[in-house]
């Protein structure tokens, strides 16, 4: 589940920043899509204590795009910025391109993983970690280098969705180039702990996968979701399967989040959000303006998400005015 939701869902320079980005009256409602300034994609939500988190890939060329940036707002509606967490100055192995971040606490830490450099085979990039002991890092190189670096199923290491399942264990489930790999983690987030049959990679891939998973349980089922699409066009968008364990099968059965082309297009690339003490689920994802055609110029939204009383998730209707406040 997302952190602390849903399965329970380097060196910052000097002078790092936090600010708020805007404050929306007791009185309103709704704070509006998108929920903060700025191109921001492939929003990572969760729940710490009692504020709510997104952790968002900055939007920009693959060379421009070294740092990320987090908010964190008490209801929904009023969002505060923390400015760089962590940068390529802190990551030295990560020259460019630091995207897609993932995020856990764990013994009073803060494991914040991340995709970097795009990576290609021979080449030295993947998913790393930081670590941090405030959700608003500064978050330092947890490793020195990639937690994976290598190809494996066919699956390029990218847009990694981490949880602990009901046996306490930590599992990731990753992959870019329409495949998607299922890993177990080390306690302590330094490596894969092989599976019974001693592998270290077990692939998942459902009909229709892209990049972009995620996974949560509800009702004893597990949930997974993922994008599909290009994500520069306009058809970027989310599909899901239920199964009766994390590792599968998974069978596709329907897209639950696209474009409405009288609002946005390019809906996808997504993270899911409970409340702890109600029955309000979110989907947090990126979109693109319909201003806008510029591959990058993608903003954070949030809008319901709701299931029929088979369970099956209901197709989410995308908005401008978001989501009411709801406080933790």
């Known amino acids: 589940m997302k952190k602390n939701v849903i399965f329970i869902s380097a060196l910052m320079i000097a002078g790092c920043a936090t600010r ?16 903060f300034d700025g191109w921001y994609a492939d929003p990572e939500a969760t729940i710490f ?47 460019r391109a630091m995207w897609a971040p993932a995020i856990v606490k764990k013994d009073n830490q803060y494991f914040l993983f991340f995709s970097a450099n795009d990576v290609r085979p021979g080449q030295v990039g993947g998913i790393g970690v930081g670590v941090s002991a405030k959700p608003e890092g500064p978050f330092r190189d947890h490793l020195g280098k990639p937690l ?40 302590d987030f330094t490596g894969l702990v092989p599976f019974e049959d001693g592998k270290l990679y077990r692939e998942i891939t459902p ?63 997504h993270s899911v959000l409970k409340h702890p003490k109600k029955d309000n689920w979110y989907v947090v994802y990126h979109r693109r303006p319909l201003t806008e055609t510029h591959a990058n110029s993608r903003h954070t939204c949030i809008d319901v998400m709701e299931f029929d009383q088979a369970g099956k998730i209901k197709p989410v209707k995308i908005t401008f005015e978001g989501v009411n406040a709801n406080k933790l």
């Open 20 to 35: 708020d980005v805007q404050q929306v009256p007791a009185e309103t409602a709704k704070a509006g899509n998108p929920v």
């Open 49 to 95: 204590d009692s504020t709510y988190w997104i952790y968002p890939t900055y939007s920009a060329d693959f060379d421009k795009q070294v740092f990320m940036d987090a908010f964190s707002s008490p209801d929904l509606v009023n969002w505060t910025k923390h400015e760089r967490i962590i940068d390529t100055a802190s990551v030295k192995w990560a020259k």
């Open 148 to 187: 994976i670096n290598e190809i494996a199923n066919g699956a390029q290491p990218i847009d990694q969705y981490v949880f602990q399942h009901t046996d306490g264990s930590y599992y990731m489930i990753y992959g870019g180039w329409g495949h998607c790999n299922i890993v177990k983690l080390k306690d």
């Open 207 to 269: 009909e229709g996968y892209v990049e972009g998973p995620i996974m949560f349980l509800k009702d004893s089922k597990y949930y997974f979701m993922w994008s599909e699409g290009g994500w520069t066009g306009p058809d970027y968008r989310v599909a899901y399967a239920i199964s009766d364990s994390p590792f599968g099968p998974f069978e596709r059965i329907g897209t639950v989040l696209q474009q409405d082309t009288t609002v946005a297009t390019g809906a996808g690339h």
